[in-house]
C-alpha cells in the first residue's frame, strides 16, 4: 500500500524558471496539503485541495503559485518565475478526512518525503 | 501565524532518559497532534489526542493536554538513539487546516 509519493525528491532551477512539483496522494484519499519549510523551520500551510477543488489557498503567495488537484492523476504545485527566496522543501500531505471527529478514527495526516528545491 | 510554538527549540539528553517536549497554542482546538520528522525526512504521526481527553499513551509515548492553559506535553520514555529527530505539534480547530508549531530538535547520544 503505497504512501504519499512526491517527485521530483530535488530540483534545481535557475531564477525565472518554472518549478513543477507532484504528489500521488495515498490510495483513497481525497484531501491534500502542501506545506512548504524551510531549514531549522516548522511547516508554513500553503493550501488546501480536494479533488478537483482549491479549498483554502490562504497560505499561498497569490502571484507565481498555483495549485491543482485535478479528478485524474497527481496533484501539482508550481511555481513560475522562482527566485532564491522560494528555495525550501515542500512536502505534500493526504488524509482520508478533512477532520477528526468522535465518530472518525483519525484526522491524521499522511506525508511524503517532501521535493527540495534549489533556485540557483 | 503559527499556531503552535514548542518548547524547548532544541533538547539533548543521554540514551535512557526521558524527553519531555511542550506545546503552546492561542485559539480553542477540536484536536492537537504529534509528528516527528527525521532529517531529510517526511513528518509521521505519532499520536492524536482530542480536546475533551487529558491524556494519551502509545507505547513509550505519554501525551497530555491542558485545555485551559492551552498547552501539551509529549514525553518521551527511555529515549533511544533512533528517537533522535525533530519533533512537532498540529492543531486542527473545526476546520480543515492543520497547523504546526516550530518543533523541539531532539538529540539523543549513546
Known amino acids: 500500500n503505497a504512501g504519499v509519493m512526491q517527485n521530483p525528491r530535488h530540483l534545481v532551477r535557475r531564477r525565472g524558471q518554472e518549478a513543477r512539483l507532484r504528489c500521488s496522494p495515498m490510495k483513497g484519499h481525497s484531501h491534500v496539503y502542501w506545506y512548504r519549510q524551510l531549514p531549522e523551520e516548522g511547516l508554513k500551510f500553503m493550501v488546501y485541495l480536494q479533488k478537483e477543488n482549491i479549498i483554502d489557498e490562504s497560505g499561498m503567495p497569490k502571484e507565481r503559485f498555483s495549485a491543482e488537484f485535478p479528478k485524474e492523476g497527481p496533484s501539482i504545485l508550481r511555481i513560475q518565475q522562482v527566485v532564491r527566496g522560494d528555495s525550501a522543501a515542500y512536502f505534500c500531505?493526504?488524509?482520508?478526512?478533512?477532520?477528526?471527529?468522535?465518530?472518525?478514527?483519525?484526522?491524521?495526516?499522511?506525508f511524503g518525503e517532501g521535493s527540495r528545491l534549489t533556485v540557483l | 501565524s503559527q499556531q503552535g510554538e514548542e518548547d524547548p527549540q532544541a533538547l539533548s539528553i543521554q540514551e535512557g532518559e526521558n524527553a519531555t517536549m511542550n506545546c503552546s497554542y492561542k485559539t480553542s482546538i477540536n484536536n492537537l497532534q504529534w509528528y516527528r520528522q527525521n532529517s531529510g525526512r517526511g513528518l509521521v504521526h505519532l499520536i492524536l489526542i482530542r480536546s475533551n481527553e487529558r491524556e494519551k499513551h502509545s507505547g513509550r509515548l505519554r501525551v497530555t493536554l491542558d485545555t485551559s492553559k492551552k498547552s501539551s506535553s509529549l514525553l518521551i520514555t527511555a529515549s533511544r538513539a533512533a528517537d533522535t529527530a525533530s519533533y512537532f505539534c498540529a492543531t486542527t480547530s473545526g476546520t480543515y487546516k492543520y497547523i504546526f508549531g516550530t518543533g523541539t530538535r531532539l538529540k539523543v547520544l549513546a
Open positions: 500531505a493526504s488524509s482520508a478526512a478533512a477532520e477528526a471527529t468522535p465518530t472518525r478514527r483519525t484526522g491524521e495526516l499522511f
